[in-house]
């Protein structure tokens, strides 16, 4: 499918605005993706659209914090192994299995993370001891919420952000640093297994991309300036809006 050219323009807005949004805490999905459903995209091509034009605002913020030191590779580099052996697991295990059942259960899950933030004021807000050392919860969680990512995914980026804060003891700034990295690795994977067969619209993709790009550099940015304060009101915007999506998608 082509576009008028005033839809690559309005795409490329889109993916500016979904960019600075993800790269803060995640959820540039519930913007980017209806809005490439309502273009009358099919739903593999739209889903294997999004992904691509996710990536590279991923790509993006991940630049950005691995520049400005909020990333040691060192440190995680057990976590991104784990992360890419759990994606492709996922992915394989997707085209046998269905997610009617997942579906349901994730939403309750975003709602113990929402109100677990809630209740919990301080979490977040500066560093902690790590309640599990570090490569063995780079192992576990790399496998399990890589294979998440690659098996469903809405959430994933809520669900690393909330794993590295309570056993790594992070705060949401540095938790939102490395859960770009992790994203990048698992959608990396997606958007391989997607473009293989053929269920991504490049102009599109390479449209919102370009926006992303911009976005995701501008949104990491603000969050190396202003911290872990600032991403907390917004990381809960954002569980809130997956949420009562997901909810509405499910039992509707």
């Not at 659209?49 to 691995?66: F, R």
């Not at 057990?78 to 890419?84: D, N, P, Q, R, S």
């Not at 492709?88 to 299995?97: E, F, K, P, Y």
Request: with cysteine; charged share 10%; proline share 4%.
């Amino acid at each position: 499918m082509h576009f008028a050219p005033w839809i690559y323009a309005l795409l490329f807005l889109c993916g500016l605005v979904a960019g600075v949004a993800d790269s803060i805490a995640g959820g540039g999905g519930l913007i980017a993706l209806p809005v490439l459903l309502s273009l009358g995209l099919p739903v593999p091509v739209a889903l294997g659209t999004n992904k691509l034009q996710s990536m590279c605002g991923v790509a993006s913020a991940a630049w950005t914090y691995a520049r400005r030191g909020m990333v040691d590779f060192r440190a995680g580099r057990l976590g991104i192994a784990a992360t890419l052996v759990g994606a492709v697991a996922g992915v394989l295990t997707v085209q046998h299995t269905d997610t009617h059942l997942l579906s349901r259960l994730i939403p309750w899950l975003l709602l113990l993370i929402l109100l677990y933030t809630l209740f919990r004021p301080a979490v977040g807000e500066q560093d902690q001891p790590p309640r599990m050392r570090a490569d063995v919860f780079f192992v576990v969680f790399g496998l399990v919420l890589g294979f998440y990512d690659g098996f469903f995914g809405p959430g994933a980026g809520s669900f690393w952000a909330i794993s590295l804060i309570i056993g790594l003891g992070q705060n949401f700034a540095k938790a939102t640093a490395y859960t770009k990295i992790m994203n990048l690795v698992s959608n990396t994977v997606a958007v391989v297994l997607f473009g293989v067969v053929g269920l991504i619209n490049y102009p599109a993709a390479i449209a919102m991309g370009a926006g992303q790009i911009i976005g995701g550099r501008l949104g990491s940015g603000l969050v190396v300036k202003r911290g872990a304060r600032f991403v907390r009101p917004i990381f809960l915007v954002v569980v809130s809006l997956t949420l009562v999506r997901l909810l509405w998608l499910s039992y509707r």
